[in-house]
């Protein structure tokens, strides 16, 4: 066993002397602005759209009679009643996702204008799962394709 491992360490050492690294020669990969430089091109800005989901009104979560069962009478899943979600995008305000809809339509006219603009879709504090896809579910179906999230840490 100890010549083995006489000619495993052997061979390591070997190797690791005879290792040569890689270098590279005269390349440099580096995100260089595109505006500078013996071909400046203009670019034109982007304006992308936040979308704010804010809590008016937490309600009440109650069991939801259309999911009942024969173990579970009451309703197997809840729901909320009286909840109401505000939807804000820049100073204009929507009471729910269908006027959200109406306005994203006259936002971006053209199928390139949503495939470029991006969306960031800002969750508040109190804001549930549904509340966010039932919004998710409006910019899809607009075709919008760059679609980020973001958060706050308000209190």
Known sequence: MAPMIDVTFLLLI???????????????????????????????????????????KD????????????????????????REVEYIVGTNSFPNAKALSTFLDRFAKTEEMKEDTPITLDVRKGSVYGDVVVVLDVVIEKGFQKISFAGSFEE
């Open 59 to 82: 309600g009440r979560l109650t069991p939801d009679p259309a999911t009942r069962t024969n173990s579970q009478p009451e309703g197997r899943l809840k729901r909320y009643v009286g």
């Open 14 to 56: 070997f190797f690791i002397v005879t290792l040569k690294f890689k270098v590279l020669e005269g390349r440099l990969d580096a995100a260089l602005p595109k505006d500078m430089g013996s071909m400046t091109t203009e670019t034109e800005p982007i304006e992308k759209v936040d979308i704010v989901i804010l809590v008016k």
